[in-house]
């Protein structure tokens, strides 16, 4: 199984990018499909986490009202749009699936806010 990110890239403050993640391989039954992060010197984080039908979302405090996740079960595909970006979410961005006794991490993608 291999997750591929994309969408990543250098925006101005208050700009705005759209994170992909694709799934591919032999994969059965996703179950929630998450975006994290992690800063220089920083944890990683959860940013946002989606539930295998897409009803149920959470996000950390720090984000909410500004990104959304979504998904598409067809294409095993997580999305992540990033509206009104600050300097603070600058980090590399990780999507990650989980299933049925497994869990699968994408190689991160790289989200810089320049003032």
């Known amino acids: 199984v291999q997750l591929q990110a994309s969408g990543g890239g250098l925006v101005q403050a208050g700009g705005s990018l759209r994170l992909s993640c694709a799934a591919s391989g032999s994969i059965v039954s996703i179950n929630a499909m998450n975006w994290y992060r992690q800063a220089p010197g920083n944890e990683r984080e959860l940013v946002a986490r989606?539930?295998?039908?897409?009803?149920?979302?959470v996000y950390a405090n720090s984000v909410k009202g500004r990104f959304t996740i979504s998904r598409d079960n067809a294409k095993n595909t997580v999305y992540l749009q990033m509206n009104s970006l600050k300097l603070e979410d600058t980090a590399v961005y990780y999507c990650?699936?989980?299933?049925?006794?497994?869990?699968?991490w994408g190689q991160g993608t790289q989200v810089t806010v320049s003032s």
């Open positions: 990650n699936i989980h299933g049925p006794g497994y869990e699968f």
């Open positions: 989606i539930s295998s039908s897409g009803s149920i979302t």
